[in-house]
Nanobody, 122 residues
């Protein structure tokens, strides 16, 4: 079992930055791949970024490549998403998730956090 709690969301102006954190409970955190997804009102949940259990394999959605950075600290049981050059279209609820086989599809993830709201104003 892995329990996930996101934090760090908020309101920021376009061009600004935010750092999301996802705190995980359970000793098995370091054995899971992790992902970030987001969901805007009226839209489906979409993939943002994923990282393997050891951090050596990282993937990004094209829409965030070059602006967002996913990382993890297994000693702290924490996943991060550094978001720079934010745009209004980045506005969404951001979720972290854990999977033995992390990919870009939400159904491949076993555990989810409750989400944190990110709002980017013009």
């Amino acid at each position: 079992q892995v329990q996930l709690v996101e934090s760090g969301g908020g309101l920021v102006q376009a061009g600004g930055s935010l750092r999301l954190s996802c705190a995980a409970s359970g000793r098995s955190f370091s054995t899971y791949g992790m992902g970030w997804f987001r969901q805007a009102p009226g839209k489906e949940r979409e993939f943002v970024a994923a990282i393997s259990w050891i951090g050596g394999n990282i993937r990004y959605a094209d829409s965030v490549k070059g602006r967002f950075t996913i990382s993890r600290d297994n000693a702290k049981n924490t996943l991060y998403l550094q978001m720079n050059s934010l745009r209004p279209e980045d506005t969404a609820v951001y979720y972290c998730a854990a999977s033995r086989t992390p990919g870009t599809i939400p159904s491949t993830y076993d555990y989810w956090g409750q989400g944190t709201q990110v709002t980017v104003s013009t």
